[in-house]
């Protein structure tokens, strides 16, 4: 079930499926970059259930995002991106 989003640039709808909601995409008219969803979203019950079958990790570094990752990743994925983003203290 795809998620309607206008586009910023050209106000072309376009339809997101919900396993890419995390995903930067880009607009099927005037191809301008699509930014992930970083808003609530009104969903029915089964966009819902679709919505949280998506792993979505972010890194986080002093309240800014270093890293954001769709999809499963691996424990050595993950350990690498926070000690990546870990402040370096003298
Ligand atoms: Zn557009």
């Known amino acids: ?5 206008a586009c910023s640039h050209c ?6 499926p919900a396993k890419y909601l995390a995903s930067t995409g880009r ?8 930014p992930s969803i970083a808003e609530p979203l009104a969903v029915d019950d089964a966009l819902f259930d679709e ?5 979505n990790f972010v890194v986080l570094s002093r309240g800014r995002v270093v890293m954001q990752q769709p999809g499963v990743v691996s424990h050595d994925q993950m350990e690498q991106w926070l ?8």
Request: glycine share 6%; with cysteine; net charge positive.
């Open 1 to 5: 079930m795809p998620v309607i989003r």
């Open 11 to 16: 106000g072309q709808k376009n339809r997101i």
């Open 27 to 34: 607009c099927g008219a005037c191809k301008s970059p699509l």
């Open 51 to 55: 919505v949280v079958r998506i792993p």
């Open 83 to 90: 000690r990546s983003a870990a402040p370096v203290s003298a």
